[in-house]
């Protein structure tokens, strides 16, 4: 339901998390002061003011947890990126070390990989991700390594890493692949209902124009650390989404000379 918000740009957004729970709150807080303000006693007053700090700290400690979570989940694809970029460069420089006509054209692949990886910028992931242009590349480059003929030791062994190196990289696709469904975290909705306890609570306080200038403080605050959950949550959509930084850098840094 909220997955159309990664489809606008980051301001945009941003914004609209923002203003709207900062807007939801405001009504809500003024509705539910119209219904109850005069039912409200002593004791209903000490009873929200509790209920409102703890539900206010509840919602604080749940968003910090799910930003600290959705981080470490985006780290693990960039970690992935890594090492897939570093084992492609490994690859290599073994296919150069085996130096035949074959392990040229597989380090050829490998070079189209990377490049195809870039340009891609996730869409063929999203669309197709079993059977991309680049994944065909590396299809290939793999049948290709496994073809290879061996005249000594040597080359059997180098046969052998560059396999197991091809092994490991179609590992560090999958998580691309399986990172690559838009999904909405189920604790983001388990928030708006916090968030809707916590302003219902917070209206046996006295309502005002500078306390609900502090109250949407509050709110926009949560808005803002709600949207970038959502965008960390997703790490190959939206404006925040991952790029192929590690494949960049090795591009940049002349993995195709290695070919040479």
Do not use: C
Not at 14 to 29: E, N, R, Y
Not at 159 to 181: G, P
Not at 245 to 256: L, N, P, R, Y
Request: net charge neutral; glycine share 4%; aromatic share 12%.
């Amino acid at each position: 339901m909220l997955e159309f918000i990664l489809n606008l740009s980051f301001w945009q957004g941003l914004f609209l998390t923002m203003l709207s729970i900062g807007f939801l709150g405001i009504i809500v807080i003024l509705v539910v002061k119209k219904y109850v303000a005069g039912h409200l006693k002593k004791q209903h007053e000490k009873i929200g003011r509790l209920l409102f700090r703890v539900t206010a700290g509840l919602i604080a400690l749940l968003v910090s947890l799910s930003y600290a979570n959705e981080r470490v989940a985006q780290g693990k694809i960039i970690n992935a990126l890594e090492e897939e970029a570093s084992l492609l460069v490994n690859t290599a420089f073994v296919l150069k070390l085996y130096d035949n006509p074959q392990s040229d054209l597989i380090r050829k692949k490998i070079i189209e990989y990377v490049d195809l990886t870039i340009k891609d910028d996730w869409k063929t992931v999203d669309s197709n991700p079993f059977f991309s242009d680049a994944t065909d590349r590396l299809m290939e480059a793999y049948v290709l390594t496994a073809n290879l003929s061996t005249v000594n030791s040597h080359q059997e062994m180098l046969k052998n890493k560059a396999l197991n190196n091809f092994d490991r990289i179609v590992q560090l696709m999958q998580v691309r692949i399986y990172s690559q469904t838009i999904l909405v975290p189920n604790l983001i909705y388990i928030l708006f209902l916090g968030l809707l306890f916590m302003w219902i609570f917070y209206t046996v306080y006295p309502i005002d124009l500078i306390s609900l200038v502090f109250i949407s403080l509050y709110n926009l605050f949560i808005g803002t650390l709600i949207y970038f959950v959502l965008a960390f949550s997703n790490p190959l959509a939206g404006p925040l989404k991952i790029n192929a930084h590690s494949f960049e850098v090795i591009q940049s840094k002349g993995i195709e000379k290695i070919v040479n």
